[in-house]
């Protein structure tokens, strides 16, 4: 019999113990943390005056102190024995206190289905308590009012897919394409949705309710029939994740089929039954009317576009990195010399590259908080070409449209 050469032998060795270390890993992965644990930690925030307009969790004051008793968790937790078993903290709800505000936060760890639950709630009970009665930074806590209570995880899971703006976070770094960009995996961009007329990908649209989505009124232009609308959910188009008919399509009363300026190129679209959140399927959070997004802002525009112009829709979701671009470079002569109205948002690169394209229209420019919430900047509107120097992507500005949005969805 003939023997193998000693550096093909060597090659197959190292494949089998790479394999080996994979499958370990992976085992040691998932008997070490194959559980998620939610817990709900309550207490009385009362250097904090209560303003009703924490009931909204989108307004200023909401996400000001929720950003920082959120700090404050991740701190106790990463500066503890629990560190690397910690995956998150969540403020669910800010309630008025007779002594200030009333915090309830959901506390989320990887455990072993080995652990015992009594310990480790008393362990994360003992770290939260030892830190709220010491240092706890900009706020001042009530330690007496501080409760603890562990929470089912459906329980936990349901609320977190019910609140806007979340996502399951990912790991890989997000580059280049929808032109010049990459796909999309499950549950990164949770709120995307496709609008098919006759079954055929249209446009894109952002999910804002169980039963709203947001897009752009040229995306109907002679087709306003909801009957021959659907609307699709998840990463691909076919086979979609979930599909719901349509019911409703409000296209702004100010747009026209001939509006050759993009002016109030917006649309609402109503599902016909509710959506059920999971963790791939979520809405997106509606920014306040007053709210400025700066320039050079870093978003993500989403969409099954094409990968250059006049080319094919696709099949799989891809994401972009953009930049949002002053109003006043973008009007020069140059680039879109004066066009670009209040109710519109520039984003990209001047040096084009990268762009929403055909098919991407009425998708979603989000960008996220320092809470990591998302939030809907823009809607894909229009631009000259796809990733053309000096011709970047224009939107329609979801905060210039935030009171007919909400006129029409009461959201």
């Known amino acids: ?42 207490f009385t925030v009362t250097n904090v005056q209560y303003n009703p307009s924490m009931e909204k969790k989108t307004s200023k004051e909401f996400k000001d102190l929720s950003t920082k008793v959120e700090t404050l968790m991740t701190r106790t937790f990463q500066a503890s024995i629990l560190n690397k078993k910690y995956i998150k903290s969540h403020v669910v709800h800010l309630n008025p206190d007779a002594r200030g505000v009333a915090v309830e936060v959901v506390l989320m760890f990887h455990f072993s289905s080995n652990d015992n639950r009594e310990a480790l709630w008393e362990r994360v009970n003992s770290i939260l308590r030892r830190r709220l009665q010491t240092n706890t930074g900009y706020l001042e ?55 098919q007329l006759s079954g055929i ?30 609307a699709s959910f998840g990463t691909v188009v076919r086979p979609p ?51 400025v ?34 109003t006043n470079i973008c009007n020069r002569e140059e680039v879109y010399n004066g066009l670009i109205t209040p109710g519109m948002v ?12 055909q098919g991407d229209s009425g998708g979603p420019l989000v960008t996220a908080d320092r809470r990591g919430i998302w939030y809907l900047v823009g809607i894909v509107s229009w631009g000259d070409e796809c990733a053309k120097r000096n011709k970047p992507g224009v939107y329609t500005r979801v905060t210039y449209y935030r009171d007919w949005i909400a006129a029409k969805t009461g959201i």
Not at 148 to 169: F, H, P, Q, T, Y
Not at 296 to 314: E, K, M, R, Y
Not at 346 to 357: F, S
């Open 1 to 42: 019999m003939k023997l193998l050469e000693p550096w093909k032998l060597a090659l197959i060795v190292l494949a089998v113990v790479l394999f080996l270390a994979l499958v370990i890993g992976l085992l040691v992965y998932f008997l070490l943390f194959d559980e998620m644990y939610f817990y709900s930690g309550t």
């Open 241 to 291: 994740k979930m599909r719901r008919f349509i019911r409703n399509i409000i296209v702004h009363e100010k747009y026209s089929d001939n509006n050759a300026d993009h002016d109030y190129d917006v649309a609402v679209v109503q599902l016909s039954a509710p959506i059920e959140f999971t963790n791939d399927i979520r809405m997106v959070c509606l920014p306040e009317a007053f709210y």
């Open 141 to 195: 806590i009530d330690p007496s009012t501080f409760k603890l209570a562990g929470m089912k995880m459906e329980n936990g899971v349901n609320l977190l897919n019910n609140s806007c703006g979340l996502r399951i976070s990912k790991l890989n770094s997000f580059t280049d394409r929808i032109s010049g960009g990459m796909s999309a995996q499950d549950g990164e961009w949770p709120w995307q949705t496709s609008l």
């Open 201 to 230: 990908h249209r446009c894109g649209a952002t999910l804002i309710s169980d039963t709203w989505l947001v897009t752009a009124a040229h995306c109907f232009r002679g087709q306003k029939n909801p009957r021959e609308w659907t």
């Open 346 to 357: 520039c984003a990209g690169y001047l040096e084009g590259k990268v762009d929403a394209c």
């Open 293 to 326: 997004f700066p320039h050079n802002t870093t978003c993500f525009v989403t969409g099954w576009g094409a990968l250059s112009f006049d080319g094919p829709s696709i099949n799989n979701l891809q994401q972009a990195e953009v930049k949002i671009i002053d």
